[in-house]
């Protein structure tokens, strides 16, 4: 849909009845910047159309930031990446990190780095944060938020962590785990949102969709 055409629209439901009919104000395409499988599969439980568009951006831990601005920043660079060329669209962009004793944890790069990462996460409490970006250049929308999820895990012995890195290679996955798959007999509780952990909080993002959809502010 065309700027022009946006803005008339917009107008016209702003001075509009506040019926049943004009709930649904915009229609636009959705892009999700990422290659993440989990989140194509998250993300398409939520009735809406999307096409898929990785980023090429890859995350740089040196960047000296706080967590939670580390993963908000990453997840908008990717958004505004793809969003430069789908000005007309609303781009989506997510990154996922996991914190233990303070320290930022990525995918890991080798075996070494997996088991490195596991062992350090087993009989432990720690964090996952996802950073999710809004973006829809003609719209003037630019909405960053994050979503924090408490993982525990019980001991884990060397075997247990060598038989699941054997099987389930998880070096696509922040923390080199899966809350979905095998690791998950693993994990004793969460405390918040299960989707992201698998790196979508889906509930939050529908929110902030349905506003965007309705010309909304969005609040967090």
Known sequence: MRLLEIILKLLTLENAPNTSSNLIMLNFDVILASASPRR???L???DLDFTIEPSKINED??????PKAFCEHWAREKAIEIAKVHSDKLIIGADTIVINNDKILGKPKSYKESFAMLKSLSGKTHQVLTGVSLIHLDLGIDFTFNEATDVSFCFLNDEEINK???KYEPYDKAG???IQ???SVYVEKINGCFYNVMGFPVYRFHKFYKAIAKGHPLID
């Open 40 to 42: 194509k599969t998250i």
């Open 44 to 46: 398409s439980q939520v």
């Open 61 to 66: 831990f040196s960047i000296d930031l706080p």
């Open 164 to 166: 699941y890195i054997d």
């Open 176 to 178: 080199s785990y899966g």
């Open 181 to 183: 798959d095998g690791f």
